[in-house]
């Protein structure tokens, strides 16, 4: 995209979208410092056009300049202060600075005024209730962010987290039930729920469910059963059952082709 930006340029050099696009290009890819040039040129060719002062921010957070970004950011959200992407980035920057109160703010702002905030605005607003030492806030905000955007697989994770750590069992239960219907590989949330009755106290439920996800390995045919995690995942039912461990399956290399008669 930046090589054809530029091919561009050359036919038009006076061209402010073509220069405001090639500094949103660098920024995207990390080029801070290009991107600012780029920036320049925009405005000076079109003043007040583009949103330069957003950008400009985005690349100087890019550059680890935290305090020239966050004025600049400020400056947008003076005429943009529901501007969620702005608003996001001044709170990362925030972060960076050692103000999580601010950053806080900045972040609440988003989830307030946003229709669907990103899923990392949620995730990192619980990151910095944790960081102030409150749980039960950061396990609202991800509880809030599942009702939002539904049951994506890192907030359900986050969250069951979170709710195992403030001894909250059945709203993990919850969670865990959701990523084992989702999942690629229920065995491995079928084990991890088995491990959270037994640590809830309910050690017969915890027993039955190590029955089934055993019984459930054993029945695989050979060459399924006979991947890593599986074998893993077996060995641990096993050991909580108190059951001697199944002998692993091997996988026998294929065989190779016979080579055919030489003809004399």
């Keep these: 995209m930046v090589a054809e930006i530029e091919a561009a340029l050359k036919k038009e050099p006076e061209n402010a979208e073509l220069h405001f696009r090639l500094a949103v290009a660098c920024e995207e890819h990390g080029e801070w410092s290009s991107a600012l040039v780029a920036l320049e040129r925009a405005e000076r060719l079109a003043p007040g056009k583009h949103p ?15 305090q020239a ?6 400056e947008f959200l003076t005429a943009h202060p529901s501007h969620a992407k702005a608003l996001t980035e001044r709170a990362r920057v925030r972060l960076k600075l050692k103000r999580p109160d601010e950053a806080m703010r900045d972040f609440q702002a988003v989830l307030k005024s946003a229709r669907e905030p ?12 944790v960081l102030q030492g409150d749980r039960a806030e950061a396990a609202k905000v991800l509880n809030e962010g599942l009702v939002r955007l539904g ?9 069951l987290e979170m709710a195992v750590a403030e001894g909250q069992f059945e709203v993990a239960m919850g969670h865990l039930e959701v990523l084992k219907q989702t999942s690629a590989q229920p065995q491995v949330w079928q084990a991890r729920k088995a491990g959270l009755l037994a640590q809830a106290g309910r050690r017969d439920e915890a027993q039955t469910m190590w029955r089934e996800l055993r019984d459930h390995l054993l029945a695989l045919p050979n060459l399924e059963r006979g991947q890593p995690h599986l074998n893993r995942l077996l060995e641990e039912a096993q050991t909580a059952l108190g059951e001697p461990p199944v002998p692993a399956v091997v996988q026998a290399p294929p065989a190779e082709a016979k080579r055919p008669f030489a003809t004399p």
Aim: aromatic share 8%; charged share 20%.
């Design 151 to 159: 049951p994506h697989p890192e907030l359900l994770e986050r969250a």
């Design 52 to 66: 330069v002062a957003l950008v400009q921010g985005l690349a100087l957070a890019k550059g680890g300049q935290w």
């Design 69 to 74: 970004a966050e004025a600049v950011l400020g």
């Design 118 to 129: 990103e899923m990392e605005v949620f995730l990192e607003t619980a990151v910095v209730w």
